[in-house]
């Protein structure tokens, strides 16, 4: 029979998502009448803008006529989309990105997931901890671990601690690494690295030729004005960084699909013989070789929220989000809990009560509350003793959440 | 510095695509007056028909309101259309096939690409010979090849050549491989395998243990009656097979991207150990880890083609494309090529006239006549000495192919 990758028989049961789903599921089952607030996964819940939804009947309509037909377009996205995101996602911060370092794709899931291929199998991996997990799986699949710890940590596999005490971002480790996956403002903690902080990375990164794999999916939430949008702010960050952007929680995207990698030209690895390899080209030929572009009418979509009607619609959305997250950092805190985050991203990070475990604490606001969070155990060993709760839910269920944990749960 | 993984050095040049795409503008820029007619890349032409316009209209705005907004989707896909190409594409043939063993995905050159990696790296692979590129792409970049020899063949990947002589159509080898990629309709050469071909594979597999990955992306362009859709027409080929099927040639998705696997769940690889593991848990690992299921609106499109109305759409656009492939046919063979292909399939395959090598034909048919074709030895060493020109393209434009071959070129 066929052989199979081994390395997937490393993996922990199920992808976190999926097994937080099933256990909703068998919740709902149980009690066909409980009214499940969710908060757990990330997911946006607001009517999608108007202008996104015009700019797709257009182009629906477009490819409806002999004339506005289109078939493949470029796999890495169309040129009308990619300098747009130059102009308003970059210029707009100071920063210099070409539109053909930008490749569109489906998501950043698939592009977090694929960055990995074109590196090396030996490639030293360091995660922040706790972290989205795909970062892990993804490396774990490709066989740059060895088997998995009871912690659910995976050998080989660097893993910087996030806790209270550094503000839950990590520093620069005392060793060399290849590749470093930083993710600011952070899944799951929300927290977000100052200028200072990407700079030391920045400086480590150069200073050991390791390759930072920022994923920049949430930056439309920072509201404090001193701290930066993109790893790119940061001089001598084009030799080190790979930069992730997506239009799902920026612009509501999560079912439409539209995400973007930025590669500058600059970034080199070296091969087996010490020679240095453009990291552009190689995912550029990754890029060809294995996806078709995204979806046209996706495109268009997303070009249109950089008019100015899509611009003032995109922040009403992030406004109201941000709202919600400062109504459950609120209602939390004012419940016993500490939390954190939730000012300039979407997701609070709190403390479960009196050391109850994180996914015994996501089963009690479960049952109790029906109120489904994300246990921090399900990112990593340093999460567990937190829970995640998404900002991504209607403003009175946001409300509702916080009264049925005040009036069903001892905290 | 980072290592980057060597093996995307063994690669030839650019992916085949991109490099006619590069020649062709290169040849534009020269000659900017020439009205050039692609009939190079696969790429359907006709615009999109109405029933999935409005489909995707009404997917559209229904993400527009509170009530009908939807954010992620399920990773496999919706399960109305799970159950629809269930019910459409497979019972309606004979076959019976759960709609939880349907992975919907953006296209079928992602599946293809990223099906071998829940195999292990030292899984042996054949492909037939010509053979659409990314299914040897995929696997050199995974490690699974050894050098490119002169004739662009990989060591260790063992070539299955199809020739006139076997009817553009290989047989099972004398020897056991792990994988075997399989595509009928065929693209490059437009041959379909027969019942008794495909029951001869399946033997095959269950007798080495091989695993058939059936490429049925031309599924719908099969005329006669006699022909098998599907490989799960076979009896025994649930225990061997993977099939792929997309939604870009039958219904004009090329530019929406929508596409699907089957994994039968009686599959069975083996992991080191020599234990059998489930395939379809492995791929249902991957597909959950690596992707965010396919574009709301584009499912909904997808469905809409399983109306009556759609179905007629569907087969008006398919007819069309065929009787293109007519054209095409009788016009070469009147300028005195050998031609295959194009009466079950959309590409017809001929000769390159009097030993002239693929792409000179390619560049002689793009400045003699300016047509755009595929050179044959871009799909493989065994492809040298054919061009295929595909059906996907308007009539009017085929038709002036014709001639312009016939007027300006000496064939």
């Not at 074109?118 to 066989?143: E, K, L, T």
């Not at 480590?204 to 701290?227: H, K, M, P, S, V």
């Not at 003793?385 to 905290?411: H, P, T």
């Amino acid at each position: 029979m066929a052989r199979i990758n081994d390395h997937y028989l490393k993996l922990g049961a199920g992808y976190l998502f999926p097994e937080i789903s099933q256990r909703v599921r068998l919740f709902e089952e149980q009690h066909s009448d409980a009214k499940i607030i969710r908060m757990g996964i990330g997911d946006v819940v607001l009517p999608l803008g108007q202008s996104v939804r015009d700019a797709m009947h257009r182009a629906v309509d477009e490819l409806g006529t002999a004339e506005g037909f289109r078939g493949y377009g470029p796999e890495q996205g169309y040129a009308f989309l990619r300098e747009a995101i130059a102009e308003h996602e970059f210029r707009a911060c100071g920063v210099e990105i070409s539109p053909d370092e930008i490749f569109v794709s489906d998501g950043s899931k698939c592009d977090s997931a694929n960055i990995q291929e074109i590196f090396a199998v030996q490639a030293r991996v360091a995660v922040p901890d706790p972290v989205y997990p795909v970062y892990v799986d993804s490396n774990v699949m490709a066989g740059r671990s060895g088997p998995r710890d009871d912690d659910g940590r995976y050998q080989g596999i660097l893993y910087l601690p996030c806790t209270e005490a550094n503000g839950f971002l990590p520093q620069p480790p005392g060793e060399a690494v290849d590749l470093v996956y930083l993710c600011s403002p952070n899944n799951p903690t929300g927290s977000v690295a100052t200028h200072d902080m990407l700079a030391a990375w920045v400086a480590y990164a150069r200073n050991c030729g390791a390759i930072i794999l920022f994923d920049a999916a949430y930056e439309a939430y920072i509201t404090q004005e001193d701290l930066p949008h993109s790893i790119f702010e940061i001089p001598g960050a084009r030799e080190v960084a790979i930069e992730f952007r997506s239009f799902s929680k920026k612009a509501g995207f999560t079912g439409l699909r539209c995400a973007y990698l930025v590669v500058p030209k600059e970034l080199e690895g070296i091969d087996a013989q010490g020679n240095a390899v453009s990291i552009h080209s190689l995912w550029s030929r990754r890029h060809s070789t294995k996806f078709n572009g995204a979806s046209y009418p996706v495109q268009a979509g997303a070009a249109s929220i950089y008019s100015e009607q899509g611009r003032a619609e995109v922040q009403a959305s992030i406004d109201y989000y941000l709202a919600n997250a400062k109504i459950i950092r609120e209602g939390l805190s004012s419940l016993g809990l500490r939390v954190f985050g939730g000012v300039n991203a979407p997701y609070v990070w709190a403390t479960t009560p009196d050391g109850v475990g994180s996914w015994d604490f996501f089963d009690r606001l479960l049952e109790q509350a029906h109120v489904v969070g994300t246990p921090g155990a399900g990112f990593g060993a340093q999460g567990e003793g937190y829970l995640r709760l998404s900002a991504f839910a209607q403003r009175d269920q946001v409300e509702e959440a916080i009264v049925r944990m005040r009036e069903r749960m001892r905290l």
